[in-house]
């Protein structure tokens, strides 16, 4: 059964991750904001060509840290849809199937979860797409890619991570450009490769040219003054 609509009044009904998609998306995640500022500073990426905005939630049980869920979501999703933008949420969490009601209700637009927590891959695919939700597959930077590509068949996207999920600001592991065109070779052309993690203008290039079309940037966006002109430079490294 889907989602009644009462529970999806936040959200853009009838939009499709390739809708919303161009031939390579900078994804700003909103982990690593000024959470005292972050009305102001999605306002700012929405006027600097934002599409779409990566949501992490932490349980503080799969990574470390307890981050941010569907309150913040639902009071920002709003403001992003109505600027004609998506909310494209990372669930690091054990037990996904418990959050992506949640998700829905909260105005999420799509949902990835981690191939390395709890229950069927398959299952927790058909949650989202019973609840309405664009939906993906992430693995962290020890699981075999193969793995990772086979459980992400009737899903939109797969995300690799570049570094350990968890925290934002990590370096980028150079290895992760190898097992980005891995996935890309594996994957059927309908489905988006995703990388998140020590994204920078420096490598942005490198990890599109590798295969992916959705990148992930935090500090190498929310860690400098002016936020607009940190998103335009990684738009214009990939020109």
Known sequence: MRAHPADRLNTIEGVAWRDWVRPVEIEPSLYAADFARLG????????????????DVG???????????????????????????????????SEPDKHIPQVARAGGDSVTFHLEADGDPGTTI?????????????????????DAASAAQDADLCLCMSIEPGYSGQEFRSEALGRIRELRGL?????????????????VRQVHEAGASLVVAGSSIFGGKDLAQ?????????A
């Open 187 to 203: 994957l059927p052309d309908r489905l988006f490769v995703q990388v998140d993690g020590g994204i920078s203008s420096e490598n």
């Open 40 to 55: 102001e500073q999605i306002e700012a990426l929405l006027h600097a060509g934002t599409r779409i905005f990566h949501f």
């Open 126 to 146: 058909g949650l989202a797409r019973e609840h309405g939700l664009g939906v993906g597959v992430a693995f962290k930077p020890a699981t075999p890619v193969h």
């Open 230 to 238: 940190a998103y335009g430079g990684l738009v214009q490294a990939l």
């Open 59 to 93: 349980d503080g049980h799969f990574v470390e840290p307890i981050t941010i869920g569907p309150v913040v979501l639902q009071s920002i999703a709003p403001m992003i849809h109505a600027g004609g933008a998506h909310l494209d949420v990372h669930l690091m969490v």
